[in-house]
Nanobody, 118 residues
Framework: QVQLVESGGGMVRAGDSTRLSCTAS????????MGWFRRVPGNEREFVAS????????TYTNSVKGRFTISRDNAKNTMYLEMNNLTPEDTSRYYC???????????WGRGTQVTVSS
């Protein structure tokens, strides 16, 4: 079993920055990718960014490109999301996800709230 636990988040003002962390534990040996998702209106889960666990290749959704940076520390089984120049539209609950031997992400953390005020 795999457990993903997010940390960070909170309330920030527009234009500010914050950093989210996600630490994986359990059977993480076959991790292919880890990424960040967020809830949008209608409770849909929207892709934000992902990183290949071994190659380090990154992917971002267009709305955060140039503002957010995803990274990982393999030795610590930890993934980070540096969030810069935040806007109120970034307000959401952010979830850590992992893809392990699956076409899509198949493990999830419980999320952490990020609220951006004007």
């Amino acid at each position: 079993q795999v457990q993903l636990v997010e940390s960070g988040g909170g309330m920030v003002r527009a234009g500010d920055s914050t950093r989210l962390s996600c630490t994986a534990s359990g059977d993480t040996f076959n991790t292919d990718d880890m990424g960040w998702f967020r809830r949008v209106p209608g409770n849909e889960r929207e892709f934000v960014a992902s990183i290949s666990w071994y190659s380090g290749s990154t992917t971002y959704t267009n709305s955060v490109k140039g503002r957010f940076t995803i990274s990982r520390d393999n030795a610590k089984n930890t993934m980070y999301l540096e969030m810069n120049n935040l806007t109120p539209e970034d307000t959401s609950r952010y979830y850590c996800g992992a893809r392990m031997q699956s076409p899509g992400f198949n493990y999830w953390g419980r999320g952490t709230q990020v609220t951006v005020s004007s």
